[in-house]
């Protein structure tokens, strides 16, 4: 199911074609490349939203795998059946909201004393590793000592294959150093986990750093408009860290541009979320104007 083919497919991406490939399965066992027609194709969406229950933002990225899964089968001559492009979900489209940690709270999480759970201090400091660095977790992941040099890390993206390097600051460079006396396989940097356990550990530690505003998150399910709060805590992921270090450099002035050049986002149009989730740097800007009276 999944178009291994010429790349190293990421983890998380090949999970979601595993997804993908169940849900059509229990959809229909029998289900073949010539069955997907517009009308059949309608047909797994409702059974994703009447049978699986699923809200609307992921019955579309399901189809985006499908018709991505279906684009590779017609370029490698196993299917010659194209009617999956004509179809469109006619889902409502909804902003996605960027989670991350303000100043506030990232101090939280750097100053919180860890000391009794070894554990999960070494979680938070992998964490905050990646707040100051702006590194996917599968790159810190992958980080390994000889990547680190002339006070930079040198690294080739796991995801994009990007070539980046990143000065380090005092907390990055700390924590490198923390964790220099001890060996890791395969010369790893830092003591990583998987990023299943990671994911479930930094809800843990989120709550224990009192992460637990009320967070608005809203979704659609079929078309209607679901609106509910959730503790903070109970949001963050890996991909928060990188969240928080785009936000940050944003609230800290750091031009777009360097910061793309950090992090190897391609479009200045990547960068708008990040923007609009910064509240401050949107009053600040406006309060520039106030010097021109």
């Keep these: ?25 229990s959809f229909d066992n029998d ?11 309608s047909d797994f969406v409702t059974y994703e939203q009447e049978t699986l229950e699923l809200i609307d933002s992921t ?4 189809i985006v795998y499908l018709k991505w899964f279906l684009r590779w089968t017609v370029n490698m001559n196993i299917n010659k059946n194209t009617d999956f492009e004509k179809f469109t979900t006619g889902l409502p489209s909804q902003d996605t909201k ?35 660095t702006g590194l996917r977790y599968s790159d ?13 890390i040198h690294i080739t ?28 396989k395969n010369n790893k940097a830092l003591p990583v986990i998987s990023i299943q356990k990671m994911n479930e550990a930094l809800k843990e530690m989120a709550e224990a750093c009192e992460i637990n505003s009320n967070v608005e998150i809203i979704h659609f ?12 805590y109970s949001l963050i992921t890996t991909h928060t860290a990188r969240k928080t270090f785009v936000c940050t450099a944003i609230r800290l002035g750091v031009n777009p541009a360097v910061i793309m050049k950090i992090t190897g986002h ?13 509240d401050k740097v949107r009053r600040e800007a406006m309060n520039k104007f106030d010097t021109m009276e």
């Design 266 to 278: 391609k479009k200045y149009d990547t960068m708008k979320p990040y923007i609009d989730a910064e």
């Design 221 to 232: 399910k079929k078309g209607e408009r679901i609106v509910k709060k959730v503790p903070k």
């Design 59 to 62: 019955v579309k990225k399901q």
């Design 157 to 184: 993206t796991v995801k994009t294959e990007d070539r980046l390097i990143i000065e380090l600051n005092n907390v990055s460079r700390g924590i490198l150093e923390k964790y220099e006396p001890y060996q890791y």
């Design 140 to 152: 810190v992941e992958n980080l390994r000592r000889e990547n680190i040099y002339d006070d930079r």
């Design 31 to 41: 289900l073949t490349f010539e069955d997907l027609d517009v009308d059949r194709i």
């Design 98 to 132: 960027v989670i991350f940690l303000t100043a506030d709270e990232l101090k939280k999480v750097r100053e919180h004393d860890f000391s009794n759970d070894p554990q999960m201090e070494r979680i938070r400091d992998v964490y905050i590793f990646c707040c100051y």
């Design 1 to 25: 199911m999944v178009p291994a083919v010429s790349k190293h497919w990421s983890y998380s991406t090949v999970q979601k074609f595993k997804t993908l490939k169940n849900h059509l399965l």
